[in-house]
């Protein structure tokens, strides 16, 4: 039922900038606070980014300055800005609702900072 799509990563240069994207559908998208997720290979999943329906946002110390998280609730889409990547924000990145359990996760998108 719950499906979350996220597409436009790649390999980009520390430094640089990408901006992916989420695609929901199963769910009331507008009235859900929405988040963006990372994993590195051997960490634990952690939430990077959220916005709530009305486009209050939050950043976990790590991003914040650098990432920007936007949402169009009239296309449920969430997207997220990345600037100024580090190695460290390596990882595949996941949409999904940090305030629901039992979702499924995306396939998530692969987002590689390397020189």
């Known amino acids: 039922q719950v499906h979350m799509v996220e597409s436009g990563g790649g390999l980009v240069q520390p430094g640089g900038s990408l901006r992916i994207s989420c695609t929901a559908s199963g769910f009331m998208f507008s009235i859900n606070v929405m988040g963006w997720f990372r994993q590195a290979p051997g960490k634990q999943r952690e939430l990077v980014a959220s916005i709530t329906g009305k486009g209050v946002t939050e950043y976990a110390n790590s991003v914040r300055g650098r990432f920007t998280i936007s949402r169009d609730n009239f296309k449920n889409m969430v997207y997220l800005q990345m600037n100024s990547l580090k190695p460290e924000d390596t990882a595949v990145y996941y949409c999904?609702?940090?305030?629901?359990?039992?979702?499924?996760w995306g396939q998530g998108t692969q987002v590689t900072v390397s020189s």
């Open positions: 999904g609702r940090p305030f629901v359990t039992g979702d499924n």
